[in-house]
């Protein structure tokens, strides 16, 4: 079977500006919206048009600008939504109205005081407003999470049958384990008659840290659109992360997958993200974080430095990371402390670092991590002659 493409939906702009503290401006919203058309994202959920006129103006400004990316404005099931997205998404070229409606029984009854019928109908009208205006529809079913298969097969099936090309399968409260993600997507393949006419996307949240590994599990089971944003940003513990599903995809070859994304540009970009939302990344987070690539454990830096793919299955510059990162502490070993002394310039033999190391882990043992000056002076302040009188 030949590699089939995964569509890299990207909501940055929209789900993770949802962050508290994290409001873009017109500027910054379509500045990033350029790096991410640079970066290979397929489509970019620019804003909701109808929550403000500075929304509005900046779904309309990222679609003037953008050429090759898709350009998605979301909207509730509401005829003023669609009309307002729509009109903001007037100049884009490729244009692109995300609609929908809660379809889980805790949706329809405490957030709507409906019933599946109504619900129903009113994720028809919506996408045949939304078709009034665009030809590309993409309809989610919130909380597809906890709604009941049977029932979201018949919201997906009238839905495609009304028009809409992508039906987004939302894990809203990130309530699904990896499977029962998995076999919801599959169920939906192999009972909506009329799935083929559409593209299931994956809209995965992270409350219980899965986001990455559900959206995965989507795709193997027949999606072929992930959303997701820079860093994870997003509503509560955040959305799926892009970095880590497009390098999952990549990393796992043999899964028959693949995205557009330049991989190269992910830590930039989630630089560029951190600075302009004002939002730091956790050092430990996969793939961007500070210590993605840092090793500090002797164990591990023993073996990295024989062979780096020991302990590093990505390259850093895949990523556009600086590079690995030999870091001291008391945890280090030999090996690592004649590594940096090495790279500081200095030559040392075996007999000169098992003396330097012993004075290395009393200053280690007081400090967190030992930096170039600690080194530089425990350099300075040794003598080739002392390794004699220590005998």
């Not at 006129?53 to 998605?72: L, M, Q, W, Y």
């Not at 839905?159 to 939302?170: E, L």
């Not at 996969?286 to 299955?313: C, M, P, R, W």
């Not at 990523?319 to 030999?334: E, F, H, M, P, Q």
């Amino acid at each position: 079977m030949a590699d089939q493409k995964v569509f890299i939906f990207d909501t940055t702009l929209r789900d993770g500006e949802q962050v508290p503290g994290c409001k873009l401006n017109t500027k910054e919203k379509t500045e990033l919206a350029v790096r991410l058309e640079e970066m290979g994202v397929d489509i970019i959920e620019a804003g909701f048009p109808i929550s403000s006129p500075g929304d509005f103006h900046s779904v309309e400004e990222i679609s003037r600008i953008i050429k090759n990316a898709t350009v998605c404005g979301l909207s509730r099931a509401v005829q003023k939504d669609i009309e307002a997205a729509a009109r903001a998404l007037k100049k884009a070229k490729h244009p692109r109205i995300h609609t929908g409606i809660g379809t889980s029984d805790p949706h329809i009854r405490s957030k709507f005081n409906s019933n599946r019928e109504d619900i129903l109908a009113r994720a028809v009208q919506a996408v045949k407003w939304a078709r009034n205006f665009v030809d590309d529809v993409e309809f989610y079913a919130e909380d597809a999470g906890r709604t009941d298969n049977d029932y979201l097969a018949r919201v997906i099936e009238a839905v495609i049958a009304a028009g809409a090309t992508v039906v987004n399968i939302p894990d809203t409260t990130g309530y699904c384990l990896p499977y029962q993600y998995g076999e919801k997507i599959a169920w939906l393949a192999n009972h909506v008659p009329n799935i083929d006419k559409a593209v299931i996307s994956c809209h995965c949240h992270n409350d219980l840290g899965l986001a990455t590994a559900n959206s995965i599990a989507g795709v193997i089971a027949g999606a072929r659109q992930i959303e997701c944003t820079i860093n994870g940003l997003g509503e509560r513990a955040g959305n799926t992360s892009m970095e880590e599903c497009v390098m999952v995809l990549k990393q796992h070859k043999h899964l028959g997958f693949y995205t557009g994304v330049k991989t190269e540009m992910l830590n930039p970009m989630s630089r560029l993200v951190s600075e302009t939302m004002r939002m730091p990344v956790q050092p430990n987070k996969a793939i961007v974080g500070a210590n993605a690539f840092s090793h500090s454990s002797g164990i591990h830096q023993d073996g990295f430095l024989k062979d780096s793919t020991t302990y590093e299955i990505i390259r850093p510059e895949e990523v556009g990371a600086d590079g690995s990162k030999i870091v001291l502490t008391a945890r280090s070993g030999r090996s690592a402390l004649a590594f940096r002394l090495q790279k500081l310039g200095y030559e040392f033999n075996r007999n000169d670092i098992d003396v330097l190391y012993d004075r290395f882990l009393k200053v280690a043992d007081n400090k967190k991590e030992i930096i170039e000056e600690d080194l530089r002076e425990l350099a300075k302040n040794y003598k080739p002659e002392e390794v004699i009188a220590d005998f």
